[in-house]
């Protein structure tokens, strides 16, 4: 029987960050309680139909941790019978106004990775993008956590941002090293239509491409330094402690999503719930989106890591090795630093993450 | 001689934006009320015609009648005119059908240098003139100023021109009742054998092509072979009639001294063109009237499409645009950099952007034009001269002997204030100095001789920023003289780019070579690699800018969610991939090849 990943949407935010177009709404204590419960029958629905067992949860938002302890805890045990006895389950949090014990609780109902919002350890930084608590809530959530025996942690990291210097940067990183944390996804920034940033960025102060670019390959620098790995163009682990969940989605694994503005991909279909609370609760139907899982989309997600595009992988999906005329172009790419080519595969470098979206223009 | 004493035919000329077609509107509104009282039948049939062929016809001649105070009809005969100079030669062969010009002034503006330049050509074609001063209800309006502007700088009397305001109407009877008092009446000839004076032609995807004439000597009627006297072409007429402000009126006969229509199933206007006489194959007049050259191009650039796969479309958008404009010409072209296009000439630049227009919003194209050129005449070594006008083609420096370029004479009318403006325009253009009038004591006439190819892109522009709008132009084609040319190349990343490539003259070639190496810097988006941007004489580099290498582009995380919209914007990228043009390993969007050849001047 295959393993699936299970993803858990929480479309809840106590507010709104100004550059997050992810869907969220606020809500109050009756919302979330009318929520969670169609949130659990679901999960039971879909999942009965569905007939697999699911090696990863990953409850994501949204701020997940605005449901409290005692829910996320309810919900998590509403999926553990679908679940993997290995599984790794994994609860975002934005790390304002937790409890020790909501830790405890969620380490309690299994929960063994937390992935929290640190964005930047300069609180001046924080602030610009509307986070509401300083570093040292981060730190201290960081360490509860721990106490409560979730020792993956994932700590995300945003760059190019508002202010940011090479100086800055520098500290936050420190900050995360310091604390142990075995995981790091760090971001740059990106202007989405429709946040308050895109509609500003004139007015922001924002570190140009250029500047943007040296953030980033410092990060992977400094990273790799203290035994963090890079394994994705925005996602570092210690060994051993990469995300299990996200790597299904780099790997064009199948993944169930449940929650307003979730996504699916299941048997070569994808589809997704509409952005919208009441059609969930009402069931409504997951809008189609396409099929997926062919050779372009799946090379596409495997070239985000650094592993890359394997031949022995790929014989083993598609019957064939990498075709010729992508290594070929690829070489070019090689010829000039972007990317690596070797018998086992292709793969970016990190100044080829940096124009993946050229380059993948180019050769697939 | 016998007179058709109620026939009056005539034009209008005015500097641009004194108020012709304003004129012309309330002509017809004056006129065609009598029109539709008289003759509401006719009017209503017409106009079922009309409506069946969902055409509207273009007025560029309309018959008007006209009750005037002496108790006569009179049939009035509206000849419009282009008013640009890039149309001189169609302006000159509207005057020969006429024996009358209204000139109109702005009574706040005055003589400006189109009102001169049309005056003299009116008088070429000892044309009578009826001078009309309008827009007199602008606050700024000086009626007696303007008047006395005409008759001191053209020496027309004035005292009798009507003062009027075509916006509002006032006044404007009293054009009509000149005009019937101060245009001659034509000529009686019907007695002579045929002979018709082409003055404009317009092709109609029903009739073929409608040929406007005025009859001189002579009748032309259906079922007449009709014979074009420069081609040799015969047809069969099909139909004559008049012009009316809404409809065509079909008529049995055309006779001396008339304008009208005539219809002879022609496929395309180069067979009927501006300036050829008419006559018939049965009763063929000995000569031609006086006047007809065929109009050729000046200027002349590259056509291509931005997307290779409209080139069939390019080609049958051109052709059929020829059908209706024979100054047009275009020859297939093949350029390393932009693929399969068209050499088309154009009588000037606003020729050449009308035409480019209209492909792009009739015909619903994306164009890439390149640098416009003129006729360079290259005198070789071995004593041969070859006509340059696509810098592809200009001889090995080597091989020339010398060139020439054509010249123009310019007259520029300004404020004297602007005067050292001006001159130092000109001057920058490589003008020659020839002399300087003043028509009186706040207009200035400058007259300069230019080549050609200075005022070909923008001259007009910057005149106008360096004279905040005051100054007017006007010119004519002069002679070719000797020039020191170099053709200047544009590389990217080591690779020619051989639409981008244009002759110039020699004095001005590092400061546009220098200009361009920046514009394309600026334009042209950084992309992986460093690309340098050189511009050459021949392997000589003389401006050289480097485009930086892209760092990074959206880097985007990618969970469950975004799978799709990542493919998607994938999708789009290798699209987009298709709009740029690929020099060698470089692409070039087409905005970056726009910019290049819109160099501005400031």
Redesign the interface.
């Known amino acids: 029987m295959k393993n699936i990943g299970l993803y858990l949407h929480i479309p809840f935010c106590r507010s709104k960050c100004p550059y997050c177009d992810f869907y969220s709404v606020k809500a109050d204590a009756s919302v979330r309680e009318q929520y969670a419960t169609a949130l659990k029958k679901r999960i039971k629905a879909e999942m009965d139909d569905l007939d697999c067992k699911a090696d990863t949860l990953y409850i994501g938002g949204g701020t997940p941790s605005v449901l409290g302890a005692e829910k996320l805890s309810e919900i998590v045990n509403s999926a553990t019978p679908y679940l993997a006895s290995d599984a790794e389950i994994t609860v975002e949090c934005n790390p304002y106004a937790l409890s020790a014990d909501f830790f405890k609780t969620l380490a309690f109902s299994g929960v063994n990775r937390i992935s929290m919002g640190l964005q930047s350890a300069n609180d001046a930084e924080r602030r610009s993008l509307g986070r509401l608590s300083d570093s040292e809530t981060v730190k201290n959530a960081v360490l509860d956590a721990q106490n409560a025996g979730i020792t993956n942690i994932s700590l995300d990291v945003m760059l190019g941002i508002p202010r940011q210097t090479e100086k800055t940067l520098a500290n936050t990183l420190d900050f995360c090293v310091s604390l142990g944390v075995p995981h790091i996804s760090a971001y740059i920034l990106k202007l989405e239509e429709g946040t308050v940033f895109y509609r500003k960025q004139n007015s922001l102060a924002l570190p140009d491409d250029d500047a943007a670019a040296d953030l980033y390959l410092q990060t992977c620098e400094t990273l790799e330094r203290n035994g963090i790995t890079q394994y994705e163009i925005s996602n570092f682990g210690k060994h051993g402690f990469e995300s299990r969940h996200n790597i299904k989605y780099w790997n064009c694994d199948e993944y169930l999503g449940i929650g307003p503005a979730a996504h699916s991909f299941i048997n070569g279909k994808r589809f997704y719930f509409e952005r919208d609370l009441n059609a969930f609760y009402g069931g409504a139907k997951p809008v189609p989106d396409g099929s997926g899982g062919d050779f372009t989309e799946y090379a596409m997600l495997r070239l985000r890591l650094a592993e890359g595009l394997l031949h022995s992988e790929t014989e083993k999906r598609f019957g064939h090795k990498i075709p010729d005329e992508m290594i070929k172009k690829s070489a070019f790419f090689a010829d000039k630093g972007f990317m690596e080519l070797d018998g086992n595969g292709i793969r970016l470098t990190r100044k080829g993450f940096l124009l993946s979206n050229s380059i993948l223009a180019e050769i697939l | 001689m016998q007179k058709k004493e109620f026939i009056r035919n005539f034009s209008i000329i005015a500097h641009i934006d004194h108020g012709k077609s304003t004129l012309a509107d309330r002509l017809l509104e004056l006129t065609e009320t009598v029109a539709k009282r008289d003759m509401q039948e006719q009017l209503l049939d017409n106009m079922d015609l009309e409506r069946e062929r969902g055409i509207t016809i273009k007025a560029h001649a309309v018959k008007l009648d006209y009750k005037a105070a002496d108790g006569n009809t009179y049939e009035l005969n509206l000849i419009d005119t282009p008013g640009h100079v890039d149309f001189n030669y169609e302006v000159s062969r509207s005057l020969a059908a006429c024996e009358g010009a209204v000139l109109i002034v702005d009574a706040s503006q005055g003589v400006e240098a189109q009102t001169l330049a049309n005056t003299y050509l009116a008088l070429d074609h000892d044309l009578e003139l009826v001078p009309v001063i309008n827009k007199i209800d602008l606050p700024a309006a000086d009626p007696e100023r303007a008047a006395k502007e005409v008759e001191d700088i053209i020496g027309l009397d004035c005292s009798e021109a009507p003062r009027v305001s075509a916006k509002t109407g006032e006044n404007v009877e009293k054009v009509l009742e000149s005009i019937v008092k101060n245009v001659p009446a034509p000529e009686n000839n019907d007695q002579k054998p045929l002979r018709a004076l082409v003055f404009d032609s317009v092709y109609d995807s029903y009739k073929g092509v409608i040929v406007y004439v005025r009859v001189v000597d002579g009748q032309i009627r259906a079922g007449d072979t009709m014979r074009m006297m420069a081609t040799g072409a015969e047809f069969t007429v099909v139909e004559v009639g008049y012009m009316r402000p809404t409809f065509m009126e079909k008529t049995d006969v055309l006779s001396s001294g008339e304008v009208g229509y005539i219809t002879a199933s022609i496929k395309t206007v180069g067979d009927a063109r501006v300036g050829d006489t008419v006559t018939t194959a049965e009763n063929p007049a000995s000569e031609a009237l006086p006047g007809y050259r065929k109009v050729n191009p000046m200027v002349f650039c590259g056509v291509y499409p931005a997307d290779g796969a409209d080139y069939e479309a390019l080609r049958d958008a051109l052709e059929k645009l020829q059908l209706n404009d024979a100054a047009l010409s275009f020859e297939p072209e093949t350029s390393g950099a932009l693929g399969f296009g068209f050499r088309c000439g154009f009588l000037g630049l606003l020729h050449l952007e009308i035409i480019q227009e209209r492909l792009e919003r009739e015909y619903n194209l994306d164009l890439v034009t390149t640098v416009p050129s003129v006729i360079y005449k290259i005198h070789l070594t071995n004593g041969e001269m070859a006509e340059i006008d696509n810098p592809s083609r200009y001889p090995d420096p080597a091989a020339i002997d010398y060139a020439e370029e054509p010249t123009v004479e310019a007259h520029i009318y300004a404020p004297p204030e602007y005067v050292g403006a001006i001159m130092d325009l000109c001057q920058d253009r490589r003008g020659v100095y020839i002399g300087m009038t003043y028509l009186d004591s706040d207009r200035v006439d400058l007259h300069y001789k230019l080549p050609l190819n200075e005022i070909i892109y923008d001259f007009f522009d910057a005149l106008k920023s360096r004279t905040r709008g005051y100054a007017s132009f006007d010119y004519e084609l002069s002679d070719y003289q000797r020039s020191s040319l170099v053709k200047l190349d544009v590389l990217l990343n080591g690779d020619t780019i051989d639409a981008l490539s244009f002759i110039i003259h020699s004095e001005k070639a590092y400061a546009r070579a220098r200009k361009i190496a920046e514009k394309l810097k600026d334009n042209i988006p950084r ?3 460093e690309i340098p941007v050189q511009v050459a004489i021949g392997s000589k580099v003389i401006a050289r800018e480097t485009v930086k290498a ?12 975004d ?2 919209r ?2 998607k ?2 999708e789009k ?2 699209e987009g ?1 298709k709009r740029m043009r690929q020099f060698g390993t470089v692409e070039v969007p087409q905005e970056a090849f726009m910019a290049v050849l819109k160099l501005d001047d400031e």
Do not use: N
């Open positions: 992309q992986m690699f892209m760092r990074k582009d959206v880097l985007a995380k990618c969970y469950g969610g799978i799709t990542k493919k914007l994938l990228q290798k991939k």
